[in-house]
Structure formats: structure tokens, C-alpha cells
């Protein structure tokens, strides 16, 4: 099995959604720190434009946004699954109520200018670097649907939150018994709350979610290994993308297989990736490009919060 590189860096909470899902399959993986903010020229060159946190790297396959992730870890370690009780829309609309609204709530609370996480990861940060950090933020939501509240109407949103949390707690996670994928999108938003100490009182009336995150917490990340960004295209470049099963073009809006294509998020991130289209199924987009240092390489999306279109 080709082992699974992620490109991340520590403070990124999606990030952190997929270390953590890591260690719950076990899986051993290459570890690539990749810039905190543009210019990213390593991620871009496999990517191709898209630029969010984190990817994963399977050879010549590149797969964006953590939802994707999750059924790619799936299937390289089936066991155990993170869909015990299905991939049922409750589950499925639990993690997505989390990887999207209540990140949006809880980033404003955790990340405060010169404090929260960034205070805690990045001790040292310098003004200009924090100008530059929150300009980079500002311009990734340019154009998109995502929205910052100022943080009390954050955090008033978090504590109503916070108590339907606590009563969906009857058993250890979400669902029952058993760790799905909603409990890891539930996981990560709540996590850099946790991790500050100044936020981290916001917790303390709610034990059974505290309980919640450190259970997951304390599954770890795994067994991973540093390596370098110029290492990570050098594979790349080594590896042929997979051969893509049972590909359509389902509702592409006239674009067929083999044609180029155009492929962006809706959210943030706004950065069009352009490719020959080799899937575009229910679930999954897929499109093959070339670079001049990562070679050829597939890049895939999950279908549902990215749009689809003929190339410009």
C-alpha cells in the first residue's frame, strides 16, 4: 500500500481532523509542513491552484477537503470504519453542520488577533506577520460563503451550541458506543477551543463534551514521518495516477470526459483548478493535470461544495 502523505501544518484544525483519523486507523504516513499562508508553490504545483488545509497524497493522487479524506482513509483501512452505523444522512449531516457552521462560529473565539491558537502555536509572531496572516484569511472568504461574526455573537452561538452537545452526549460519541466521521468534525472545531486556555473556561459547565474531546485527543496521531515538500513532488513525479473506475459525467453541464474542466469550492478558497476531466460521479470529481515539477498528477474533489465547469 502506498503510505498516505499529508500536507499540514499543527495549528490547522481541519488538519488536526485528519492526524486524528489517522491514529484512529492506525495507519502509518509521511508528514509534509506546508506554509501557514501564500505563497504556497509546493501545495500549487500538486494541486494545481487549490489551496486549503490539509491535502492528502496517495503517489500521483491528490485529494482535496477532509469530507473526500475521510472516504479515502476508509478505504485504505477499512477497519476500524468510520461509518459503523452507515453512511447515513444523519451522520453525514452532523459532520457537515460542524466542518462548516460551527467552524465558522468557533475560529473567531479560538483564533483572536495576537491571541488563541495563533498566540499558542506562534509565540514569537510578529506584527507584520500577523498583518499578513489576517490579509491571507480575508482573501481566502473573498467571493465566497463564508461569513466571521464578530465574537460575541460567536461565542453566544457557541454556548447555545455547547448545551445541545451536551445532551446529544448520552453515550461516548455522537451516535452511540462507536467513533463515526461526525465525531471527528465535531472533534476538530471544538479542539482549538480546548487547546486555549483562555477559551478553554467556555468548556468547563458541558463535562461530557470535554470528556468527548479528550477521548479523542488521546487516541494520537499515529505513526508519521517528516519528510520534505521537494520529496513529496519527487513522488509524485515517480508515480502514475490511478486508472479511475467506473467513471461518468454525471450532470456536468455538457462537459465530457476527457474535455477540460474547471473545479472550485463555494465556500473560501475561491481558486480555480483547471484539468481534463476523468470522473464526475455522485460523490467525487476528478481531474488529471500536469506540472512541470510534480508531473502528471490526478486531483480529486468531493462533489458536494465544489462547483463544476467548462474550463476558461
Known amino acids: 500500500m ?20 489517522l491514529g484512529f486507523k492506525g495507519l502509518a504516513w509521511k508528514s509534509v509542513q506546508i506554509p501557514l499562508v501564500m505563497p504556497k508553490p509546493d501545495v500549487v504545483a500538486l494541486t494545481g491552484g487549490y489551496r486549503k488545509t490539509p491535502l492528502l497524497q496517495l503517489g500521483a493522487d491528490i485529494y482535496c477537503d477532509t469530507a473526500l479524506i475521510a472516504r479515502v482513509l476508509e478505504r485504505l483501512a477499512p477497519r476500524p470504519s468510520l461509518f459503523p452505523q452507515g453512511d447515513t444522512l444523519a451522520v453525514q449531516a452532523a459532520a457537515w453542520f460542524a466542518d462548516n457552521v460551527m467552524f465558522g462560529i468557533a475560529i473567531p473565539i479560538a483564533f483572536q488577533p495576537g491571541g488563541g491558537m495563533i498566540k499558542l502555536y ?4 510578529t506584527p507584520e506577520f500577523l498583518e499578513k496572516f489576517g490579509k491571507d484569511r480575508a482573501a481566502m472568504r473573498q467571493g465566497g460563503t463564508v461569513r466571521r461574526g464578530p465574537l460575541h455573537e460567536c461565542k453566544a452561538n457557541m454556548q447555545g451550541l455547547l448545551e445541545r452537545i451536551e445532551a446529544q452526549l448520552k453515550g461516548p460519541y455522537l451516535f452511540g458506543g462507536e467513533l463515526c466521521v461526525a465525531d471527528f468534525s465535531l472533534y476538530h472545531v471544538l479542539w482549538p477551543v480546548w487547546k486555549v486556555a483562555d477559551t478553554r473556561p467556555m468548556l468547563a459547565p458541558f463535562p461530557r463534551t470535554q470528556k468527548f474531546i479528550e477521548r479523542i485527543a488521546a487516541i494520537g496521531h499515529g505513526r508519521s514521518t517528516e519528510i ?3 520529496d513529496a513532488l519527487q513522488i509524485a513525479r515517480s508515480a502514475t495516477p490511478e486508472a479511475v473506475q467506473g467513471a461518468v459525467a454525471l450532470e456536468t453541464g455538457g462537459i465530457a470526459l476527457g474535455e477540460q474542466a474547471q473545479v472550485m469550492p463555494v465556500d473560501s478558497g475561491l481558486d480555480p483548478v483547471t ?3 476523468r470522473n464526475a460521479s455522485a460523490d467525487e470529481i476528478v481531474l488529471r493535470r ?14 458536494f461544495g465544489f462547483q463544476l465547469s467548462k474550463a476558461a
Open 275 to 277: 484539468g481534463e476531466l
Open 2 to 21: 502506498t503510505e498516505p502523505i499529508l500536507h499540514h501544518y499543527p495549528v490547522s484544525p481541519f488538519a488536526e481532523k485528519v492526524r486524528a483519523m
Open 290 to 303: 500536469s506540472d512541470p515539477r510534480a508531473g502528471t498528477v490526478q486531483v480529486h474533489f468531493p462533489r
Open 228 to 230: 520534505s515538500s521537494g
Open 122 to 125: 506562534f509565540p514569537d509572531a
